[in-house]
């Protein structure tokens, strides 16, 4: 392996375990210990790649810090989360980018993650409905087995067929992948809530309705949602032991 190869993947390791810190700092601990898990991984690749003994005894010392510092942080969370006390916050400023549905959902995304109930009253107009459907493509992407999406939200008064027919077609699209949409209506609904079946429960002010509006169709972020503004809104992220079934 080429001494740039092994440089570049040296400085990836510095950038996402410096975001580790960060996270870690601000007290977004399950977010910081994916970042510290990432990191650590490109970090023992780095080791892998150096034959230098002084150069591999400093990364041996660096991945054993970062490792102690994950397991501290792992079983602080695994505590909350057995206390019921899990709460975490995060604030997304107006304009603010990096905050696609991967980057946002993608710390409390598990193997054992198989149902999904989305609580949302606007999945109505066009822009919305492609949320969704954004969101779910994030799910089927995801290191994760999810065989139902639940999703509660009001029906468009004003136009039902351009709703309805998009979401019998999002239904097909997903079973076509072995996944099924369970799709209720409700004219009392208002909180917006994401709730996993492994424990975590996501509600984002806003609901997934919290992107920016791109300037032109030939605009950056039109495509890719990490470089989409972003309207201000807040996510709060809760654990339960107590999950939603069937």
């Known amino acids: ?17 410096k975001r580790a810190v960060e996270l870690d700092n601000g007290g977004r601990f399950q977010e910081s210990l994916v970042c510290y898990q990432e990191g650590i991984q490109l970090l023992m690749d780095v080791l892998k790649a150096v034959k230098d003994d002084t150069r591999r005894g400093h990364y041996r010392d660096k991945i054993k810090g970062y490792m102690d510092r994950a397991e501290q942080i792992k079983a602080r969370v695994n505590q909350m989360k057995e206390d019921g006390k899990y709460h975490e916050q ?4 107006e304009d603010a980018t990096g905050y696609s549905y991967e980057v946002l959902f993608k710390p409390y995304i598990s193997s054992l993650l198989t149902e999904v109930w989305v609580e949302d ?26 065989k139902t999406i639940h999703l509660l939200t009001t029906q468009d008064e004003t136009d039902t067929s351009q709703q309805t027919n998009a979401l019998a077609e999002i239904r097909e699209s997903l079973g076509a992948h072995g996944v099924t949409l369970d799709l209720q209506y409700s004219s009392t609904i208002h909180d917006r809530e994401i709730r996993f079946n492994n424990g975590w429960i996501i509600k984002i ?13 030939f605009s950056i972020g039109y495509c890719d949602y990490d470089l989409r503004q972003c309207h201000e809104t807040s996510v709060d992220i809760f654990h339960t032991k107590h999950t939603k079934t069937l």
């Open 90 to 93: 995060v604030k997304i400023a």
């Open 1 to 17: 392996m080429s001494e740039n190869h092994v440089s570049g993947m040296e400085t990836s390791a510095v950038s996402v375990l």
């Open 205 to 217: 002010g806003r609901g997934l309705d919290y992107f920016k509006r791109p300037k032109g169709r």
């Open 121 to 146: 009253p606007y999945i109505r107009q066009i822009y919305q409905l492609y949320n969704f459907l954004r969101f779910c493509e994030m799910l089927l992407k995801a290191p994760c087995k999810v």
